[in-house]
């Protein structure tokens, strides 16, 4: 009765509103099954989002080649790679010194590999100039030290060029110690026994830069005081080419007179680009200068560009030659196989899982045994096994040839033929629409084997399109059977005498009253067969041949072999968004609530 | 019983002290990475049983990885974690590595013995230093088998019959990747061999390797395991086929097939040791002692006598004796027999470090048309 008249919200026993006692429990609730799962959930992120996601990254990571060349990259920025003259001499002097450092380091070679998924010919272009790039600064390091013996004494050097009392130009200890911390992976930490002179640094910019480099690199790496050995001969080269401009008349620190008398002395300086041209004639062109500049960016979309069969150039994104392009055909194949892999398992499943789920349970645990037992082999084993079974003198083969000598066989085979040939006829002619309406993307080759000679001839069944399909399928079966058998236990065999005691035939009590219901066990198997299929790998490579292959394989080589794992995670990300697209379309059309594993 | 044992470990340990101290700070344990098999059995037997016999308390274990042994020591480096002390890989991965910065650099004639007449390790091993970073231990070639029962009454004696599917009808075998097979394509189409990687670098000739590889290509069955070969040869999958010499040696004179040698246009490879970088001086110590012993000139010979590759050192050859099990001699067997070696194709390193992934792309496209 007084329920009646409250006119306020329904409260709970202490007097709190009931709706939000009601939702402080739920959420305490929730909080509670999070920290149930907390433990999983960070296992998950950490052993396996965050892998996957750093080596997505690599799709689009690009960083190298600034890091190795940051002044040549810089310099590069003012040059037209269209314009078809060569770079300007400053260039080239960047090149110079940016090379050596990476050369000390041993990095140069790294950058070639890089820049050889690009270029070809790169990847010796930069170990073979490693090489020789000392004989330039010997060019000026030998007058040098010619004209006045002291420059030969790594403690001149250091002498000369220390702050001492004077102030220092501390900074720039601090950009090559990242530098080199970049180049060697180390974190180039610890003293080093050299502090610039900021007058000098002003002075003799290249020089300091290049010393500091050279100290750094020695204290750091090699564990040597800089104070007593002697520097590279690119702080030679960097002290003849300052020596050009510098304006020495106001200095009068250390070194003064040592330094006024090498100006005096006019040292020659290496002509970069002709030095350049002398070591190898290809830096000489346009094109080399044109790969670094392109492909600088510390971000590339170059990876993904290369993964359908395109690629940066200095005009612009454009398609690879013709003869080089395979990627998208593999990626239509793929997807194009695993369809034809989900449909041949689904026409097979089904049958056995509606034994499964209707036998007595004896006869379904020995079936579901025979179902089970492959499953529990080996991947390796199976493969191989229809490596043997599939073979031109394989186990197939070889009963094909025998049946075909026997009586019957003779008296049967054209018959067997020629239903044989109409169905793979009518197979070849959807694939040929296929083919037709995938035309953009270049004809992908399905040809299905062809039974005409069958007896006459031994079938190819292996190495090609059929091997794979034949393989996978087997392979993939249980995928799509366990999921239909699960859900087809849960329809109650009462709807399919109800319905016939409604008069249904067999059909239609089947295709209107026990179908629909199964249908989400079909969704389910579908879609793991599907998505376990796109991204096989072994077995199309043992029994695919040339044509049976997916893009998993092209993926492993680029990952194993070309060492190209930019390439091979552009190739990795578009599979998996290929996926999630798929996905998302499937929960489109059929609902993903209509899925279910049992 | 346990106070024996530890008693006999302590003896043990006091007899051994000369050597520790010989060894200086040596780590005890080393991971050795090979390709598996009678090839991994033959450095077992030959460099690893006898340097653990000198070396007692070293422990040495295998990791069959070498065909991936480049993305795995790229992978370790970068998550700073080098767990293989001593790498068996080709020549080819071996510059790769060297060029990735992830193997060490090697003064050979300061690392590695010389040879018993004094000859330096440098001019021993000679060409065969293909990389600052190589240790060469084998040569081995690439080259053809034939079915003898199915090749008719004229074996063949010419690379070329791989492509003269008139006289030899049936399927052959090639590895699935264009590295030999172009080289062979374009010396049976009439190139000269000197010319033939300058034919190679460029693409009107790339284009005329697979135009002749096109002539068999619906004849070809493509491999990617050393062993398929052998075994589609076995099998009378193939009539031919190309594969490593030690892997037909071993279908021939272990298992006794019907499988003849072509020689004939045999490519030359190397196979050697290489040691990562990042490993502790410790480690790194105790690969460089592993690597002086197990190159020098002895032991290359000893391996020849469970394997038909040819030993890296020129002082090795004369060593040659006798298989360890067959009793057969093994010069006659050897890639770099005179015999065998008549005409022969040295691979071009530089050329395919350049040209590996290009050739490749349009060679994987080829097989896909």
Known sequence: MSDAAQSGPMLAADGTPLKRSLARALRRQKLRALALIAPLLLFVLITFIIPIASMLFRSVENQIVENTLPMTVQELRGWDATSGDLPSEAVYEAMYFDMFLAAEAKRHTRLGSRLNYETTGMSSLFRQSGRRLDDIGKETQRPLERLNGDWKDGETWHAVLSAGDSAAATDLVAVQRARIAYLTDTDAAGAVNFAPSAELAALLPRTMREYTAWAVFTATQDNRDPAVRDPWESVATALALDLQTADLSGYEGAGAELLREAQAAALPVPAMTQAFADMDEDWATAEPWATIQTHSGAYTSGYFLNAVDAQKTPDGVAWQPEEKQILLTLFWRTLVMSLAITISCMLLGYPIAWLLANLPARKANLLLILVLLPFWTSLLVRTSAWKVMLQTQGVVNDTLVWWHSTFVGQLIDPVITFILNIFIGLMNAVLWVWNLLSGIWGAVDLELFTYAALGFERLALINNVTGTIIAMTHILLPFMILPMYSVMQTIPPSYLRAAKSLGATNTVAFWRVYFPQSVPGIGAGSILVFILAIGYYITPEIVGGTKGVFISNRIAFHISSSLNWGLAAALGTILLVAVLILYWAYDKIVGIDNVKLG | ?369
């Open chain 2, 1 to 369: 019983m346990k106070r024996t044992k530890t008693l006999m470990a302590t003896t043990a340990l006091t007899a051994l002290a000369g050597t520790a101290i010989a060894d200086g700070h040596m780590a005890s344990d080393m991971t050795l990475v090979s390709w598996g098999g009678a090839y991994q059995a033959s450095q077992q037997k030959a460099y690893v049983e006898p340097y653990i016999a000198m070396n007692e308390g070293v422990t040495a274990v295998w990791d069959e990885s070498s065909a991936e042994a480049v993305a795995k020591l790229r992978a370790m480096n970068e998550a700073g974690s080098v767990t293989w002390d001593v790498v068996d890989v080709v020549a080819a991965d071996a510059i790769r590595l060297c060029d990735e910065g992830l193997a060490l650099e090697i003064d050979v004639d300061e690392m590695l013995a010389a040879a018993p007449d004094g000859t330096s390790a440098s001019d021993d091993f000679g060409d065969l230093l293909v990389s600052d970073c190589f240790i060469p231990q084998i040569v081995y070639s690439t080259t053809f088998g034939y079915r003898t029962d199915l090749v008719g009454d004229t074996p063949p004696t010419s690379v070329c019959a791989v492509f003269d599917t008139e006289n030899y009808p049936g399927k052959r075998a090639l590895e699935r990747r264009p590295i030999n097979n172009m080289e062979w394509a374009l010396l049976c189409d009439g190139v000269a061999k000197e010319d033939v990687y300058d034919v190679l670098a460029t693409d009107a000739g790339q284009q005329q390797a697979l135009d002749k590889l096109a002539t068999i290509k619906d004849d070809v069955v493509w491999w990617s395991a050393g062993a398929d070969t052998p075994q589609l040869l076995a099998d009378g999958e193939v009539i031919m086929g190309s594969t490593y010499n030690g892997r037909l040696f071993a279908a021939i004179e272990e298992q006794g097939q019907p499988i003849g040698m072509l020689w004939d246009a045999q490519v030359f490879d190397l196979d050697g040791w290489i040691i990562p970088t990042g490993l502790s001086p410790e480690r790194q110590k105790r690969a460089l002692d592993f690597v002086k012993f197990a190159t020098d000139t002895q032991r290359l010979a000893d391996q020849a006598k469970y394997i038909s590759y040819g030993p890296a050192r020129a002082s090795s050859a004369p060593l040659v004796g006798k298989h360890a099990t067959l009793g057969i001699d093994m010069a006659p067997h050897m890639p770099t027999d005179p015999e065998n070696a008549k005409n022969t194709f040295l691979y071009n390193y530089e050329f395919w470090a350049d040209y590996r992934d290009d050739i490749d792309a349009k060679f994987q496209a080829w097989l896909a048309q």
